[in-house]
């Protein structure tokens, strides 16, 4: 009898697996009635100043190759400095700068937002226009970049005690309050943002602007990220007057966030036939080198200085050792990512392929 009762409880087991599979899949989903289409880019309104096809980004019809760095203004103490320092990124060959702008840094306590000085950010994106940068603007509200609290004020973790709508070990539940708080920083920092768009301005530097960072759909292929938070900080830029496309960066090409604008034809409100939330443009962080060795080994980039040895290792190079970076493999691995990329389908499989490597040098 044991051993039929046994038998019955492995049996039970798979199913109890998929089912609760299914149920965090959906759950994640969401039910904010928020759609991929609702706050999409406008490209009947806003096509003939800035659109894509899956080869090129056309600004003003013209095709147009980016290449952008990452430029952290609140690094810098004074800014006096901003100028040789931006001149410098349009003397080294770049177009475009990426800035996070950083929460806790302009606001140090709940209500007060500084703008001012050091933290003028309209100034910044003057200069930008000024020597012709594009901008690929980051407000967050997690930024990372590897600063305290990832960018999010003292003021706001000690009133939430939690971050990212994280409850404990990584399991995740929306929390409105918690969004109420990004609802408020948006609503401080975007409408400057807003002012620089090249859909609002004629000289804008803005192209685009992304929303959250890292943020992984799934994690291992186990169901993470809440659609809701990225629906409501999507919403709120749009009603903050952000009218260029919206991004995120996958932390490598995971396919999170990938926008499926045909589902939404097909509304339901009931749990199991949740739809899933997209932004404009899928976009997503590839290091060079061996970071992410143990995840992904075929699709890397090595570069002279680095070999496919586990960072944990800590292996020191000898560069009197370091070879040439070899083309062949460079064109290998740049087919193997966008293979994978157009493999997602959905828009992923039209997005101009300069958005997904703008990323590989950045971060």
């Known amino acids: 009898m044991a ?18 599979y299914v149920w965090l899949l959906q759950s994640r989903k969401g039910s904010l009635p928020i759609t991929t289409t609702e706050v999409a880019y406008d490209k009947h309104k806003f096509g003939h100043i800035l659109n894509w096809d899956k080869y090129h980004l056309y600004i003003h019809g013209i095709p147009t190759l980016i290449i952008s760095g990452e430029f952290h203004y609140w690094r810098l103490p004074d800014r006096s400095r901003w ?27 709940e209500g007060i937002y500084n703008f001012k000085d050091n933290r003028d950010i309209n100034y910044l994106l003057d200069l930008c226009e000024e020597l012709n940068l594009y901008v690929l603007a980051a407000p967050g509200p997690y930024i990372c970049a590897e600063t305290q609290a990832g960018g999010f004020p003292i003021w706001v973790v000690e009133k939430v005690k939690k971050l990212r709508h994280v409850l404990h070990s990584g399991f ?45 759909e799934r994690i291992l292929n186990i169901p993470f990220a809440l659609h809701d938070e990225m629906r409501f900080l999507c919403k709120t830029a749009r009603d903050c007057g952000i009218t260029v496309p919206l991004f995120t960066n996958d932390g490598f090409e995971a396919g999170s966030f990938i926008a499926k604008p045909e589902i939404d034809s097909k509304p339901s409100s009931h ?93």
């Open 271 to 363: 749990f199991f036939g949740r739809k899933s939330f997209g932004l404009d443009l899928y976009g997503f962080d590839k290091y060079l080198g061996s970071y992410l060795y143990v995840i992904d080994p075929t699709s890397l980039l090595f570069v002279p200085a680095s070999e496919p040895t586990p960072w944990a290792f800590n292996v020191q190079q000898d560069p009197k050792r370091w070879k040439q970076w070899d083309p062949k493999v460079v064109m290998k691995s740049l087919d193997g990512i966008e293979n994978t990329v157009r493999g997602f389908g959905y828009e992923a499989a039209k997005v101009f392929r300069i958005l997904m490597l703008i990323l590989l040098v950045m971060d």
């Open 172 to 216: 995740k539940s929306y929390d409105s309050k918690f969004s109420e708080y990004e609802k408020q920083w948006f609503e401080n920092i975007l409408p400057i943002i807003s002012e620089h768009q090249i859909t609002s301005k004629p000289n804008g530097c803005v192209l685009a602007v992304q929303i959250e960072n890292e943020l992984f």
């Open 3 to 20: 051993i039929v009762e046994l038998a019955a409880f492995l049996a039970f087991l798979p199913a109890s697996f998929v089912a609760f």
């Open 83 to 109: 100028e040789s320092i931006l001149k410098k990124y349009r003397a080294g060959g770049f177009n475009c700068i990426r800035i996070y702008f950083h929460w806790g840094y302009h606001s140090p306590d």
